[in-house]
């Protein structure tokens, strides 16, 4: 594709719901990453996958963050039994995976009411 | 603990004039350094990347130079133009492939 997409572009949630949010990498990128990004701030590491093999899940805060890229190629990002602390600008990012020049996508705001 | 630090106040200059921005950086020793631009709502834009053993690289009206001895990155925007107005986030990176940013530094061009 043109670009990294992202989807929903919004969501609002209430506590204590899950939620999955999307990331669709530009094609033949072989790494992606999720970051979080709070207002004001840069972007936060949250996890990254090359292929299909989550290799860092360090930035993770809980166990009710989860991630998957089960072909390689799209990648979920699960939030479960969400927190107001959970509201945020969620963003994806892929690489071709040598230089790490990463390509951003437009985010999912997230709104946990 | 790693540290990035960018001025968090806004920097304001007259069109035409040159834009410099800090990065200093603590506990950290980077093997290079990303430079990025973020427009309000909108997603970090690649810009320049410059390795440890490179003093300056240069692109167009933008110049970066990175100080491995004062764990400083500085970032020039020549003949600044309204359109230059953004934040402006470094990211050293050493490590590992995810990217550390900094809280980026918000500058706006007069007219």
């Known amino acids: 594709g043109a670009g990294v997409s992202q989807s929903p572009r919004y969501k609002v949630t209430k506590r204590g719901q899950d939620v999955a949010l999307r990331c669709d990498p530009i094609?033949?990128?072989?790494?992606l990453y999720w970051y979080r990004q709070a207002l004001g701030q840069g972007p936060e590491f949250l996890t990254y996958?090359?292929?299909?093999?989550?290799?860092?899940k360090s930035g993770l805060p809980n166990d009710r963050f989860s991630a998957e890229r089960p072909e390689g190629s799209i990648s979920t990002l699960t939030i479960q039994r969400t927190e107001q602390r959970d509201s945020a600008m969620y963003r994806c990012?892929?690489?071709?995976?040598?230089?790490?020049?990463?390509?951003f996508g437009p985010g999912t705001r997230l709104t946990v009411l | 603990s790693q540290k990035i630090e960018q001025n968090s106040e806004a920097l304001n200059i007259q069109e035409g004039k040159t834009a410099t921005l800090t990065c200093n950086y603590t506990?950290?020793?980077?093997?290079?350094l990303q430079w990025y631009r973020q427009d309000p709502g909108r997603g970090p834009v690649f810009l320049l990347l410059?390795?440890?053993?490179?003093k300056e690289k240069r692109k167009e009206r933008l110049k970066v130079t990175f100080d491995t001895t004062l764990k400083q990155s500085l970032f020039h925007i020549t003949a600044s133009q309204p359109a230059d107005s953004a934040t402006y986030l470094c990211?050293?990176?050493?490590?590992?492939?995810?990217?550390?940013f900094g809280s980026g530094t918000r500058l706006q061009v007069q007219p």
């Open positions: 990211a050293p990176q050493g490590g590992r492939r995810a990217l550390t």
């Open positions: 410059i390795r440890e053993n490179e």
């Open positions: 996958f090359n292929y299909e093999a989550q290799q860092d």
């Open positions: 094609s033949g990128h072989v790494s």
């Open positions: 506990n950290y020793s980077p093997a290079y």
């Open positions: 990012a892929s690489s071709l995976g040598l230089e790490d020049t990463q390509y």
